[in-house]
């Protein structure tokens, strides 16, 4: 089963609409028809915005769909697994203002080449 498959049946089992689904992480219509499978990018929005679905069950099949609560609703500890994704989408966040960064030193450039000549 796919990603975008067992997204599918996660929104069943919630009761939450495709459409509900995409709106609420920004994704375009045609998110869930196209492809099987999404980036890490796509994986930290979704995790973001539905927070008791299983990381290990979506990308491995291991484990239960929704992750358990404890005691006052909190969430169980993150697992190695959720901890190496907000890692990286921490780097995926540095890396594009790292970009942003650049691309404002090369309009710079080119706005003060272009007043040069």
Not at 52 to 71: C, V
Request: a neutral charge.
């Amino acid at each position: 089963m796919s990603h975008k498959e067992k997204v599918l049946q996660y929104l069943d089992a919630k009761g939450v609409t495709p459409n509900k689904f995409c709106i609420t992480c920004g994704f375009s219509n045609g998110f869930l028809g196209s492809g099987k499978y999404f980036g890490t990018d796509k994986l930290t929005i979704i995790l973001d915005n539905y927070q008791d679905l299983s990381l290990e069950w979506l990308l491995f099949g291991k484990g239960e769909m929704l992750l358990q609560q404890q005691g006052l609703g909190i969430l169980s500890e993150p697992t190695q697994l959720q901890q190496e994704l907000l890692y990286i989408k921490r780097l995926l966040e540095k890396e594009e203002q790292h970009t942003a960064d650049l691309r404002e030193l090369l309009n710079l450039q080119n706005n003060s080449k272009k007043n040069a000549g």
